[in-house]
Protein backbone atom coordinates (compact mmCIF):
# COMPACT_ATOMS: atom_id res chain seq x y z
CA UNK A 1 0.00 0.00 0.00
CA UNK A 2 1.93 3.21 -1.24
CA UNK A 3 1.13 5.89 1.56
CA UNK A 4 3.05 8.37 -0.32
CA UNK A 5 2.38 9.06 -3.87
CA UNK A 6 3.68 11.04 -6.60
CA UNK A 7 1.93 10.75 -9.94
CA UNK A 8 4.27 12.12 -12.48
CA UNK A 9 6.33 10.05 -13.59
CA UNK A 10 8.26 12.51 -15.34
CA UNK A 11 8.54 15.79 -15.87
CA UNK A 12 10.25 18.18 -18.38
CA UNK A 13 10.90 21.79 -18.24
CA UNK A 14 12.94 24.34 -19.86
CA UNK A 15 16.35 25.92 -18.44
CA UNK A 16 15.09 29.40 -15.93
CA UNK A 17 11.46 28.22 -15.87
CA UNK A 18 9.79 26.88 -12.74
CA UNK A 19 9.86 23.40 -11.70
CA UNK A 20 7.12 21.96 -9.51
CA UNK A 21 7.15 18.44 -8.39
CA UNK A 22 3.88 17.68 -6.75
CA UNK A 23 3.34 14.80 -3.96
CA UNK A 24 0.48 13.29 -1.81
CA UNK A 25 0.42 10.89 1.07
CA UNK A 26 -2.58 9.36 2.76
CA UNK A 27 -1.10 8.80 6.42
CA UNK A 28 -2.01 11.86 8.61
CA UNK A 29 0.44 10.56 11.22
CA UNK A 30 3.32 11.56 9.08
CA UNK A 31 5.02 14.76 10.55
CA UNK A 32 8.65 15.09 8.76
CA UNK A 33 8.53 15.72 5.06
CA UNK A 34 11.69 15.44 2.33
CA UNK A 35 12.80 15.42 -0.94
CA UNK A 36 15.75 13.24 -2.14
CA UNK A 37 17.48 14.00 -5.32
CA UNK A 38 18.39 10.78 -7.29
CA UNK A 39 21.40 10.38 -10.05
CA UNK A 40 22.04 7.15 -11.76
CA UNK A 41 23.85 4.59 -10.31
CA UNK A 42 24.05 7.18 -6.84
CA UNK A 43 22.28 7.04 -3.65
CA UNK A 44 19.60 9.40 -2.74
CA UNK A 45 20.89 12.81 -1.51
CA UNK A 46 18.63 14.75 1.04
CA UNK A 47 17.09 18.17 -0.43
CA UNK A 48 15.12 19.69 1.95
CA UNK A 49 12.26 18.63 4.30
CA UNK A 50 9.78 20.20 6.02
CA UNK A 51 8.13 19.88 9.34
CA UNK A 52 4.55 19.29 9.58
CA UNK A 53 3.96 22.12 11.37
CA UNK A 54 5.10 24.55 8.61
CA UNK A 55 3.85 25.12 5.57
CA UNK A 56 6.31 26.47 3.67
CA UNK A 57 10.56 25.86 3.82
CA UNK A 58 12.75 27.46 1.28
CA UNK A 59 16.24 26.91 0.55
CA UNK A 60 18.11 28.65 -1.78
CA UNK A 61 16.49 27.83 -5.18
CA UNK A 62 14.62 25.03 -3.82
CA UNK A 63 10.81 25.74 -1.63
CA UNK A 64 8.71 23.09 -0.53
CA UNK A 65 5.31 23.82 0.38
CA UNK A 66 3.11 21.54 2.91
CA UNK A 67 -0.75 21.71 2.54
CA UNK A 68 -1.69 19.25 5.48
CA UNK A 69 -5.54 19.64 5.42
CA UNK A 70 -5.10 18.10 1.21
CA UNK A 71 -2.45 15.86 2.05
CA UNK A 72 0.04 17.42 -0.61
CA UNK A 73 3.38 18.84 -0.40
CA UNK A 74 5.19 20.10 -3.69
CA UNK A 75 8.70 21.11 -4.38
CA UNK A 76 9.51 24.21 -6.41
CA UNK A 77 12.60 24.82 -7.86
CA UNK A 78 13.25 28.20 -9.13
CA UNK A 79 15.39 28.76 -11.60
CA UNK A 80 16.04 25.15 -12.98
CA UNK A 81 18.88 24.37 -14.02
CA UNK A 82 20.39 21.49 -16.39
CA UNK A 83 21.94 19.86 -13.64
CA UNK A 84 18.40 20.26 -11.49
CA UNK A 85 17.96 16.68 -13.92
CA UNK A 86 17.42 13.44 -11.96
CA UNK A 87 14.78 11.86 -10.26
CA UNK A 88 13.30 13.59 -7.59
CA UNK A 89 11.76 10.99 -4.73
CA UNK A 90 9.41 12.27 -1.86
CA UNK A 91 9.56 10.55 1.61
CA UNK A 92 7.86 10.87 5.03
CA UNK A 93 8.40 9.47 8.40
CA UNK A 94 6.17 9.22 11.62
CA UNK A 95 6.12 11.16 14.28
CA UNK A 96 5.98 8.64 16.39
CA UNK A 97 9.16 6.19 17.20
CA UNK A 98 10.61 5.02 19.60
CA UNK A 99 14.19 3.26 17.66
CA UNK A 100 13.99 5.75 14.30
CA UNK A 101 12.73 7.05 11.36
CA UNK A 102 12.05 4.95 8.41
CA UNK A 103 11.46 6.65 5.26
CA UNK A 104 8.04 6.11 3.37
CA UNK A 105 8.92 6.93 0.21
CA UNK A 106 7.04 8.11 -3.38
CA UNK A 107 7.56 6.32 -6.68
CA UNK A 108 9.43 9.41 -7.62
CA UNK A 109 9.24 12.04 -10.52
CA UNK A 110 12.10 12.32 -13.48
CA UNK A 111 12.50 16.02 -14.26
CA UNK A 112 14.66 16.67 -17.28
CA UNK A 113 15.72 20.45 -17.73
CA UNK A 114 16.19 21.83 -21.16
CA UNK A 115 18.71 24.39 -22.24
CA UNK B 1 32.96 14.82 4.82
CA UNK B 2 32.94 10.72 5.29
CA UNK B 3 30.14 9.60 3.70
CA UNK B 4 27.88 5.69 4.04
CA UNK B 5 30.32 3.21 2.33
CA UNK B 6 28.49 0.16 1.09
CA UNK B 7 30.56 -2.90 -0.21
CA UNK B 8 30.75 -4.34 -2.84
CA UNK B 9 29.34 -2.00 -5.35
CA UNK B 10 28.38 -4.93 -7.56
CA UNK B 11 27.36 -8.31 -7.36
CA UNK B 12 26.23 -11.23 -9.32
CA UNK B 13 25.10 -14.49 -7.47
CA UNK B 14 23.37 -17.58 -8.82
CA UNK B 15 19.67 -19.14 -7.85
CA UNK B 16 19.37 -20.45 -4.07
CA UNK B 17 23.25 -18.72 -3.68
CA UNK B 18 24.18 -16.74 -0.21
CA UNK B 19 24.98 -12.65 -0.04
CA UNK B 20 26.41 -10.58 2.23
CA UNK B 21 26.01 -6.71 1.69
CA UNK B 22 27.82 -4.43 4.17
CA UNK B 23 27.63 -0.94 5.53
CA UNK B 24 29.74 1.47 7.04
CA UNK B 25 28.00 4.63 8.52
CA UNK B 26 28.65 8.16 8.80
CA UNK B 27 30.55 8.01 12.66
CA UNK B 28 28.65 8.86 14.97
CA UNK B 29 25.53 7.97 13.20
CA UNK B 30 23.36 5.38 15.44
CA UNK B 31 20.52 4.55 13.47
CA UNK B 32 21.31 2.33 10.28
CA UNK B 33 18.70 1.32 7.46
CA UNK B 34 18.43 -0.96 4.80
CA UNK B 35 16.37 -0.23 1.80
CA UNK B 36 15.47 -2.12 -1.62
CA UNK B 37 15.25 -0.04 -5.10
CA UNK B 38 13.70 -2.39 -7.58
CA UNK B 39 13.93 -1.67 -11.08
CA UNK B 40 11.52 1.41 -11.91
CA UNK B 41 10.14 1.18 -8.24
CA UNK B 42 10.47 3.39 -5.27
CA UNK B 43 13.19 2.31 -2.24
CA UNK B 44 11.47 -0.25 -0.16
CA UNK B 45 12.21 -0.08 3.52
CA UNK B 46 13.76 -3.42 4.72
CA UNK B 47 14.88 -2.87 8.32
CA UNK B 48 16.59 -0.46 10.40
CA UNK B 49 19.03 -0.83 13.53
CA UNK B 50 19.26 1.83 16.43
CA UNK B 51 22.65 1.04 18.58
CA UNK B 52 23.19 -1.87 17.27
CA UNK B 53 19.79 -3.26 18.57
CA UNK B 54 17.45 -4.37 15.69
CA UNK B 55 14.83 -0.68 16.02
CA UNK B 56 12.15 -1.23 12.23
CA UNK B 57 11.35 -3.66 10.44
CA UNK B 58 10.02 -3.25 7.14
CA UNK B 59 9.10 -5.44 3.81
CA UNK B 60 11.93 -7.75 4.73
CA UNK B 61 11.62 -11.59 3.65
CA UNK B 62 12.54 -14.14 6.02
CA UNK B 63 15.20 -15.34 3.90
CA UNK B 64 16.78 -11.54 4.71
CA UNK B 65 18.86 -11.46 8.10
CA UNK B 66 20.49 -8.44 9.13
CA UNK B 67 22.69 -7.13 12.36
CA UNK B 68 24.85 -4.40 13.14
CA UNK B 69 28.20 -5.23 14.67
CA UNK B 70 30.06 -3.23 18.17
CA UNK B 71 32.03 -1.02 15.51
CA UNK B 72 28.25 0.35 14.11
CA UNK B 73 28.86 -1.41 10.70
CA UNK B 74 25.87 -3.41 9.25
CA UNK B 75 25.68 -6.41 7.40
CA UNK B 76 22.50 -7.80 5.41
CA UNK B 77 22.76 -11.43 4.73
CA UNK B 78 20.37 -12.78 2.14
CA UNK B 79 20.27 -16.75 1.64
CA UNK B 80 18.33 -18.67 -1.04
CA UNK B 81 18.49 -15.77 -3.56
CA UNK B 82 15.52 -16.10 -5.79
CA UNK B 83 15.61 -13.57 -9.44
CA UNK B 84 13.07 -11.21 -7.82
CA UNK B 85 16.02 -10.02 -5.71
CA UNK B 86 18.17 -8.61 -7.78
CA UNK B 87 17.79 -5.35 -6.92
CA UNK B 88 19.68 -1.96 -6.11
CA UNK B 89 20.62 -1.94 -1.86
CA UNK B 90 20.96 0.55 -0.36
CA UNK B 91 22.13 1.66 3.49
CA UNK B 92 21.51 4.81 4.89
CA UNK B 93 22.45 6.25 8.31
CA UNK B 94 21.44 9.00 10.61
CA UNK B 95 21.63 10.86 13.92
CA UNK B 96 18.45 9.80 15.88
CA UNK B 97 17.38 13.26 16.78
CA UNK B 98 18.65 14.79 13.26
CA UNK B 99 15.18 14.30 11.05
CA UNK B 100 15.32 17.00 9.45
CA UNK B 101 18.05 15.56 6.90
CA UNK B 102 16.39 12.09 7.42
CA UNK B 103 19.08 9.85 6.33
CA UNK B 104 21.93 9.95 4.09
CA UNK B 105 22.66 7.19 2.12
CA UNK B 106 25.65 4.97 0.42
CA UNK B 107 25.46 4.88 -3.18
CA UNK B 108 24.28 1.40 -2.98
CA UNK B 109 24.98 -2.38 -4.37
CA UNK B 110 23.67 -3.23 -7.52
CA UNK B 111 22.48 -7.26 -6.57
CA UNK B 112 21.80 -9.40 -9.99
CA UNK B 113 20.65 -12.85 -9.43
CA UNK B 114 20.46 -15.06 -12.14
Known amino acids: DQQVKQNSPSLSVQEGRISILNCDYT??????FLWYKKYPAEGPTFLISISSIKDKNEDGRFTVFLNKSAKHLSLHIVPSQPGDSAVYFCAASLGYSNSGYALNFGKGTSLLVTP | AAGVIQSPRHLIKEKRETATLKCYPI?????VYWYQQGPGQDPQFLIS???????DKGSIPDRFSAQQFSDYHSELNMSSLELGDSALYFC?????????????FGQGTRLTVV
Open chain 2, 27 to 31: PRHDT
Open chain 2, 92 to 104: ASSGYRDRARGAF
Open chain 2, 49 to 55: FYEKMQS
Open chain 1, 27 to 32: NSMFDY
